[in-house]
């Protein structure tokens, strides 16, 4: 056996691939996945091949990406077979199909066309190999310069290069004329997919935990030292974190973010994780890069951004962004995308967040350049790229419309907060009670009004527990390993002296509480907020000497900023 193909594929592809395969005659299509980024573009047009027994799918790696983790698991998911690269330069393609550039993609066999990983071609990106340019401005524009797009012997690399708008034909043209004649306007399937499910932004906003009143604060950043995850500059991320969720009260204000997959598989999901633990301990949540992000998106009141790609797509959606950085050195002077890092609102890290916040969703005009260029042809980019691929196979397309796959619905996830919560109420009428709530904050609550504090039982740091007014978890009211919410109440209340009520949450909209005079209650809402934040508000009745009766009888009314959740008290 011939050391040199170990690891070789045999079939559906290979020297006696004929004597193996089912459907020896189907012609393979080869997608070229330089890391993740570029992979999950590619996942996008998958669907634009289903059905066609015509078809056999292949997937590869040239290995050229200094971002290869992740790649493994990706490729199972896809779940089509991996071609080892130097088996893939030899194996005879009808198309191959990119979303990158990089490794000996000129030595693939058949017409190769590459599609764009982000809003069109915008930022800077030296060539392998290259030595460092003086100036940021002699820093060629990845996929959009002779650099990239040309072999070494001036040919374009690339049969087809797939642009989303017009104007980067016009950049292109500019840059390297010698590929103007590769140029395919197609459109941005990855925006057309968060253009069909635009009407389900309140199922993915439920599937956060967002509730009625909620603003959704979505942090996005690209990679590299320059944005806004990056200690390039300023380093502002440090600081921001723990403010995001000590200076928004966490009934009025949901926290999440999303990060570039080469944040995560460059320096690794846990060790991510390991930096942003005590922000998600105090309620941020860390959307699936691959599969979540785009949903999230839809569901954003508001992004704290950067130069990338995520954050472009938050304005061209028309949601109100202010920029936590802005290295216009990294792009391309000439892309819209750099008019657009000139024009937005900057980010003051130094000032109070929620004024800034509030400012921006009041004052909010869109700016016109994101919806305009991000795509020329808004919901076609499915016929037009599978009319493309078909004819560079030399094959009629299939029968029936050419669609892309909805945006899966992510799984349920509301905010987890094991961080103490300082609880600010101030009674607002008969049976009322206003509430404000901050995680883990660094300073004191930026309110008025009585405070005491919440802890979660399964709080980091257990001290906390011995002050905690209020201690609550989550869990089903059947779960064994916690008896019933009548027995762990009874059982918190006993293990911590100081607490004065103790809350089980059952269902996102009901807990059981038990108080220290040992009344055991069921608080239920008409609609859905935080149970615990329910709790918070009886808890201050009673700690202001008022009538647990009057509750039973005519109810709670609990205010968090301008919502307002009427809830039933009744026994256990």
Partial sequence: ?????????????????????????????????????????????????????????????????????????????????????????????????????????????????????????????????????????????????????????GTPVTDALVLSHPEQLDRLRAACPEAVHTAVVAGDPCFDRMLAARKYRERYRRALGIHPGQQLVLLNSTWHTESLFGDGGDDVLPSLLPRLTSELPADEYRVAAVLHPNIWYGHGPGQVRIWLDRARRAGLTLIDPLHGWRQALLAADAVIGDHGSVTYYAAALGTPVLLGATPLSALDPDAPISGFVREAPRLDSTASLRPQLDSLLAGHHPLPGP???????????????????????????????????????????????????????????AGEVAIERYADPRCEPPGDGEEHLVVHEDTRNPAHLALADVVFREGFATDPRFGSPAQWTAETLARHPHCALAAYVTASDACTVRTRAGQLLR????????????????????AAGKALEELTAEGLIVHTGAAVHHIRVTPA
């Fill in 523 to 542: 608080l239920t809402a008409e609609s859905t907020a935080d149970p615990a934040g329910y709790a918070s508000a009886l808890y201050a009745w009673l």
């Fill in 1 to 153: 056996m011939d050391s040199g193909r170990d690891g070789w594929i045999r079939v559906p592809v290979g020297d006696d691939a004929a004597r193996w395969a089912t459907r020896a005659g189907s012609l393979p299509v080869l997608l070229v996945a330089h890391n993740v980024t570029a992979a999950t573009r590619l996942l996008d047009v998958i669907p634009l091949f289903h059905d066609d027994f015509r078809i056999q799918l292949l997937v590869t790696t040239p290995g050229s990406s200094a971002f290869r983790a992740g790649l493994a698991e990706l490729f199972a998911e896809v779940d089509v077979p991996v071609v080892p690269w130097e088996q893939a330069i030899r194996t005879p393609v009808k198309l191959a199909v990119s979303a990158s550039f990089g490794g000996q993609l000129d030595a693939l066999s058949g017409k190769l066309t590459v599609l764009p990983h982000g809003v069109g071609y915008t930022k800077r990106l030296a060539t392998p190999g290259s030595r460092p340019a003086g100036t940021p401005g002699s820093v060629p524009v990845f996929g959009l310069s002779r650099e990239w797009l040309l072999s070494g012997d």
């Fill in 371 to 429: 919806a305009e260029f991000t795509t020329s042809l808004p919901g076609e980019s499915a016929a037009r790229l599978r009319r493309h691929f078909y004819e560079q196979l030399d094959l009629p397309e299939p029968e029936g419309p050419a669609l892309l796959e909805p945006l899966p619905l992510p799984p349920y996830e509301p905010p987890s907060r094991t961080a103490p919560l300082r609880v600010l109420t101030r009674l607002a009428g």
